[in-house]
């Protein structure tokens, strides 16, 4: 009888396969197929706000605690039936707030850095900032090498291909001396999308050809600390281009995790060789000259192993810390020293890869609006306001609040640009104020709200979410990392992103000055807003964008 009430319940049974992954996951896909077709059904009509006030509370299905454990201590365990499960101390994560911040961050940790540093991002750009980079790698290798007791100290890149091919001055350009120099310890990887293939890939010139998917996974680690992160390696990143950074010192488990990840994409990728050509990997399909079917069931194996691998030694993990026959009090093992302190604060790597049939992050963020219940509170934040339906039905028909932030046109991205990307913020401007449109249509103005960011001389690609319990002034769920909620991010890019679920009310603090110091700069979109002249969409603008909006 009600929309969110069948989500809801598949949901609950996924709480109850512990040990079966696949059947989870399977669950899960059926739940969002059904769900989507039954919000395309309804979508405009006015049952949809009926729909929240029908649906029957469902209490959530936990295991019972045991009193060391952190068993059902909170309503998000049921993810880790679908990737693994990082149990850490909240004191080991650190919120950035500034471009500055975090690329002072990455240089200090590059130079630090003694076993291995992975550096995923969709490209490196080719200025005084990003050479400098380059130089504290060059540095840290060399030093590696002349240490009294050398170090292994590896280097491995993840770019994509089409974005750092780029131009004559591109990402290969700038690494090619690294890797020329010291071809046994640096690895540089160019992820080529299977779906940019024959006449196709002839026909697209250069910039237009990144519109057919991306590798746009932010990972940065460094030993075994890692940054997650919506931002780019280049110049306006590390300076006026506002973003999301979190830092996670010393979580080994998570390091393996995201170093096997990049590892895993890098196999099935493009490598790059000393005399700035590529070839394949040994024994894989090549991603764009091979039989598409095979290269993807090839990706797919390779990436799931990783995350079903991680997701088993993370149970025997759990079983062996917390339910072993030598169990002993969270006092008594602190003094001992061989036990982990209980975790306060929990990360769950969600992983897409539409091109690969990998769909967790989708999974998972589908399901946290699904679920966001009345009193609720959701902050959302994208630099491309572009959601997919699926997204925006849940949005528009479930019970939580929404406050959702978006790049004014002047802090946009594309604004400025040459040629049709010029257009592009006009574009978002359109689909911006069809949404209103809708939420005023539905008289949801009070429950989801529409502000845009603005800074002067800089631009805006924060993207992630916080989520605020019913009655709680902190939250206690946040995602982090690439995916920007669009259908690129779903259907066509690699994406990687975190979710944070922590009880520390000092990590809740972090991340609600976060949310505050993003919002804080912003304004409440009204339709004044759009009588504004900045906000003039010409005719053939809005025309075309219903063509184009799935590719930017």
């Not at 707030?97 to 080719?126: C, D, H, N, W």
């Amino acid at each position: 009888m009600a929309a969110a009430a069948g989500p809801v319940f598949w949901r609950r049974l996924l709480g109850l396969l512990p040990g079966r992954p696949g059947l989870a996951a399977l669950l899960g896909r059926l739940s969002d197929r059904l769900g989507r077709n039954r919000d395309r059904r309804r979508r405009r009509s006015p049952w949809l706000l009926l729909a929240p006030l029908l649906s029957p509370a469902v209490p959530p299905v936990t295991s019972p605690p045991c009193c060391l454990c952190p068993e059902g201590v909170h309503r998000f365990q049921w993810i880790r039936n679908l990737v693994p499960e990082f149990g850490i101390c909240s004191s080991h994560v650190r919120v950035l707030s500034s471009p500055t911040e975090f690329f002072e961050l990455m240089k200090g940790q590059i130079k630090g850095a003694k076993r291995r540093i992975v550096m995923a991002s969709l490209y490196l750009g080719t200025g005084p900032l990003e050479q400098e980079l380059v130089d504290c790698l060059e540095s840290a290798l060399e030093k590696s090498l002349q240490a009294k007791f050398p170090s292994d100290l590896k280097v491995s890149i993840l770019l994509d291909f089409l974005r750092g091919s780029r131009g004559r001055k591109n990402s290969r350009t700038m690494l090619l001396p690294l890797l020329q120099r010291f071809p046994e310890q640096v690895r540089v990887s160019l992820f080529h999308t299977p779906n940019l293939r024959g006449l196709l890939r002839l026909l697209l010139p250069e910039r237009f050809n990144e519109t057919i998917g991306l590798q746009h996974i932010k990972v940065y680690l460094f030993d075994d600390s890692v940054i997650l992160s919506g931002a780019n390696l280049s110049d306006s990143y590390f300076t006026n281009r506002q973003d999301r950074y979190v830092f996670l010192q010393d979580c080994p488990d998570i390091a393996d995790f995201f170093t096997e990840l990049v590892d895993a994409v890098g196999d099935v990728s493009l490598q790059l060789q000393g005399d700035d050509t590529v070839q394949v990997v040994e024994g894989m399909v090549h991603p764009y000259e091979g039989d598409r079917a095979a290269y993807c069931r090839a990706a797919n194996a390779r990436v799931m192993d990783v995350i079903n691998s991680a997701r088993t030694r993370q149970q025997v993990l759990h079983a062996q810390t917390f339910h072993g026959d030598s169990l002993v009090t969270q006092d008594d093992a602190a003094a001992a020293g061989h036990r982990r302190p209980v975790p306060d604060t929990w990360i769950y790597p969600l992983i897409q890869m539409k091109p690969f049939e990998i769909q967790i992050d989708e999974i998972v963020t589908e399901t946290l609006l699904t679920e966001a219940e009345r009193g609720a509170r959701v902050y959302l934040t994208t630099g491309y306001f572009n959601l997919t339906q699926a997204y925006m039905d849940l949005v528009l028909g479930t019970r939580a609040e929404y406050q959702i932030l978006l790049a004014s046109p002047e802090v946009n991205g594309f604004f400025g640009a040459k040629g049709v990307a010029g257009a592009i913020p006009a574009a978002y401007v359109h689909i911006e104020r069809q949404f209103y449109r809708e939420v005023c249509s539905l008289g949801q103005q009070e429950r989801v709200q529409l502000q845009e960011y603005w800074r002067r001389g800089w631009t805006f690609h924060a993207k992630g979410l916080w989520l605020y319990l019913a009655g709680s002034s902190l939250p206690c769920l946040t995602l982090i990392g690439s995916p920007n909620f669009g259908y690129r991010s779903v259907h066509r890019d690699l994406e990687a992103q975190i979710a944070i679920v922590t009880e520390s009310q000092a990590l809740q603090q972090q991340l609600h000055q976060e949310q505050g110091r993003l919002y804080l700069r912003s304004g409440v979109v009204s339709s004044a807003t759009f009588e504004q002249p900045s906000r003039h969409v010409q005719l053939w603008v809005k025309m075309v964008t219903p063509l184009i909006k799935n590719f930017f």
